[in-house]
């Protein structure tokens, strides 16, 4: 079927690793266009990633940390940040995905939780190892050894052993600690209960002076209601730390270890070029758990920038990149489209038109929650269509496709045979949107958008035909005939309707090329890149430069 002849296109999405952040909304500058040299790092004056092993990254310096989160450790149910000491910070909060409060916002579900663990002093032996390989944070100073992880095998579940150092009490470290805390607190916008719970088990008997170990667990749960997510957390605190240390870690390890069998990118050559691209696969394989419906916010959950929104990144970002490496955690991102696939209807119900109309931001409930003007950035749809294409024609999963990826990618096709009108021209139009390159503000025929549009409506005729299903006859005469801008004297696509060649906030007509793939001669794609690719500003979004990279390589060139 026509489908199944796309799928080598599938291949160019395995440099899009990064775990992009989503556009800053910054004012339109004239900054000249950006230079993008590699920066380097002075490892003898900062400490910082002092080897070339591809999976470890380590620092001497106990004050690397000064000025950012620290260290993310996640499972994509439960997120948390790691200071200098090896422990989180007093300042440390834990995200659980999908949990956000009454104003949508993704909201800490624990904090607190820091171990009394002395800071580093002054001339002390010190390192620290992220051990991307393991998914395991390693800290050494004062004669400590302190081991965390969050559990990959375990969703609910945060682990940190010390091992050595002295005791200079005889109080049981039990005691010493308190009794484990019990935080909860109810999440108003998904009506859900959310609990942490912590327990610590130490080895028994030991003297003043003697060398210590201990192990705390603490669990985040959730539950219909305070006492089941109680409940939940205790009882899973309760059960890691009956399994013992070790037990815990091998188990997380195992996961990792199968993880990486399929993902990752080999780069000949470079060391510190492999240990970033290991680093960002990492990352993102580490924020999405397999089996749920949640999806990734630009920060993942690492903190709440953006509110812990999700936006076109997920999609058009991580989602390609996930798929060829981890399908099974790049289906979440459509779960949990497809979860909100009726008020994706309800929004363009409410507009006037068919179908479903993904929202820019959207969080617990899957309503629209940006601000006011970027609701109109219309191409988040085309993604999302995109995404639940790529994802069928990469894995041929037919029963998915029929109960999950056609209501999705018919809504979105519907959308735009909608939203598209005909002008005198003959052509479709889609008319006052948001293009990404969001300083030109509301814009007619962003080309961007409509090619993805065009993408979407002749991959859901492809799709009814694979799930016997009428196709809707306005998909095909709307891709044939939808607004694509094109500069004939630069033999270029145009970003919009009445482009210029004022900067860009972001990548934007470049991205008919990839990730929209409008069908062009490859002198048609060259000169549409060295139109655009020159014009985004310095201050804009670091996501323009991997989608360059891209691009460039779909070219033949460097980046």
């Not at 998914?135 to 682990?159: C, M, Q, W, Y």
């Not at 390159?437 to 002749?458: F, I, M, P, Q, S």
Request: charged share 20%; with cysteine.
């Amino acid at each position: 079927m026509i489908l199944q002849k796309r799928l080598p296109a599938l291949a160019a999405p395995l440099i899009a690793l990064l775990l992009a952040g989503c556009p800053a909304n910054n004012p339109a500058t004239t900054d000249a266009p950006p230079v993008l040299p590699r920066k380097t790092v002075d490892a003898a004056s900062t400490g910082a990633f002092q080897n070339t092993d591809p999976y470890l990254l380590s620092t001497t310096d106990p004050e690397a940390h000064r000025g950012n989160h620290g260290i993310y450790l996640s499972n994509g149910t439960i997120g948390a940040t790691f200071g200098a000491t090896g422990s989180a910070t007093e300042k440390s909060v834990t995200f659980r995905a999908g949990v956000y409060d009454a104003k949508e916002t993704l909201a800490p579900v624990f904090t607190g939780y820091a171990l009394p663990i002395a800071a580093p002093k002054a001339g002390e032996t010190y390192k620290q190892t992220l051990d991307i390989k393991r998914g395991v944070l390693v800290t050494e100073h004062g004669g400590r050894t302190i081991t965390a992880f969050v559990s990959a095998a375990k969703p609910d579940i945060v682990v940190l052993n010390i091992k050595g150092g002295t005791r200079t009490d005889a109080t049981p470290i039990g005691e010493r600690f308190g009794k484990p805390e019990t935080v909860s607190g109810k999440t108003e916008a998904t009506t859900r209960y959310v609990c942490g719970d912590a327990a610590t088990g130490t080895e028994p008997n030991k003297e003043p002076g003697a060398s210590e170990s201990f192990t705390t667990v603490y669990a985040v749960s959730e539950g219909k209601s305070e006492a089941a997510a109680k409940e939940a957390a205790y009882n899973a605190a309760q059960s890691a730390l009956a399994s013992g240390f070790d037990a815990l870690l091998a188990a997380h390890e195992a996961v990792w270890a199968a993880r990486w069998k399929t993902a990752g990118i080999e780069i000949e050559g470079d060391p510190e070029a492999q240990q970033l691209v290991n680093k960002l696969t990492f990352d993102l394989l580490q924020s999405v758990a397999v089996g749920g419906d949640h999806s990734v916010a630009p920060e993942a959950l690492s903190g709440d920038f953006y509110k812990g929104h999700i936006f076109w990144d997920a999609d058009i970002w991580m989602f390609p990149s996930l798929l060829p490496q981890y399908p099974e955690a790049a289906r979440n991102l459509l779960d949990y489209r497809y979860k909100h696939l009726p008020e994706a209807r309800k929004i363009a119900a409410n507009a006037g038109f068919a179908g479903a109309d993904y929202p820019w931001e959207s969080a617990a409930t899957g309503q629209e929650v940006a601000p006011s003007g970027f609701s109109t950035e219309r191409h988040v749809t085309g993604g999302v269509g995109f995404a639940a294409t790529q994802y069928y024609l990469a894995t041929g999963d037919a029963g998915w496709l029929r109960e999950r990826g056609y209501p999705v990618i018919s809504g979105v096709a519907d959308h735009f045979a909608s939203r598209a009108k005909k002008g005198g021209d003959g052509a479709y139009h889609i008319n006052k949107v948001f293009g990404p390159d969001e300083n030109r503000g509301t814009v007619n025929d962003n080309t961007y958008t409509n090619a993805l549009a065009k993408y979407c409506l002749e991959s859901a005729g492809d799709a009814a035909k694979a799930v016997n299903q009428p196709a809707n006859a306005q998909w095909g005469v709307v891709a044939k005939n939808i607004a694509l801008p094109f500069d004939k004297k630069r033999g270029a696509y145009q970003a919009r309707a009445s482009d210029d060649d004022r900067p860009t906030k972001q990548a934007d007509g470049e991205l008919v090329i990839y990730p929209a793939r409008l069908s062009m001669d490859k002198a048609t794609a060259e000169k549409t890149f060295d139109y655009h690719s020159p014009r985004p500003i310095k201050t804009g979004p670091a996501m323009t430069a991997s989608m360059h990279a891209l691009i460039a390589a779909r070219l033949g060139r460097a980046a």
